[in-house]
């Protein structure tokens, strides 16, 4: 994640929610060859969560489709929130290139939630098999109207020409898809 500061500097921040678990075991097989037969993206969105059950994977080893969308919607609402309480962190940040499935995860969601989700797979098709090139992204803004309540800002995610508003309530429930299927990966860990 990179923002640039008022004087133009970039400065840049790494965190344990925008990371990448490539988990075991068969999990860990199948994507290495949807990665290398650059079909990668589409599976992440359609198919990592249910493989991630199927093969008992650890959500702390394995990073799925609604774990990672959740953990960048609770890394922009951790952000917002910081901006919100006046610790002069920016409120506008651009997400540039990860590990592939990560911020894309999240803008599908976002999109799907605003736009459908036959937008949403456009899009994510428009991107391609292996996820954002180098140095692409999205720009998310927050945007706080009332210091004093938290419902009253909302978030902005602008990909090239168009942009979603999202209620701080939509991000919350991104972020709890992710802590739900965390849980539900955590519960079949135990099952025999």
């Known amino acids: 994640m990179r923002w640039f500061k008022e004087d133009g500097e970039v400065e840049m921040t790494k965190t344990p929610l925008l990371t990448f678990q490539t988990g075991d075991g068969e999990f860990k097989k199948v ?42 919607g609770a890394f922009i609402f951790a952000k917002v929130w910081e901006a919100y309480n006046g610790d002069s962190v920016p409120n506008s940040f651009d997400f540039a290139t990860s590990h592939g499935g990560v911020l894309e995860s ?46 009253a800002w909302n978030i902005e995610v602008a990909y090239k020409d168009k942009l979603y508003k999202l209620s701080s309530g939509d991000l919350v429930q991104i972020i709890e898809e992710g802590e739900e299927f965390k849980k539900r990966m955590r519960e079949n860990l135990k099952k025999e």
Not at 41 to 66: G, N, R, V
Not at 106 to 134: N, R
């Open 31 to 72: 994507e290495y060859a949807h990665d290398k037969d650059n079909t990668y993206l589409d599976y992440k969105i359609h198919e990592s969560d249910d493989l991630a059950l199927k093969t008992k994977q650890d959500p702390d080893k394995a990073t799925t489709f609604s774990t990672q969308a959740g953990d960048v």
């Open 106 to 151: 999240f803008l599908y969601k976002v999109i799907k939630m605003k736009e459908g989700e036959e937008e949403a797979e456009e899009i994510i098709a428009e991107i391609g098999g292996t996820g954002f090139d180098y140095n692409d992204g999205f720009e998310v803004e927050g945007k706080i109207y009332d210091k004093n309540d938290v419902e």
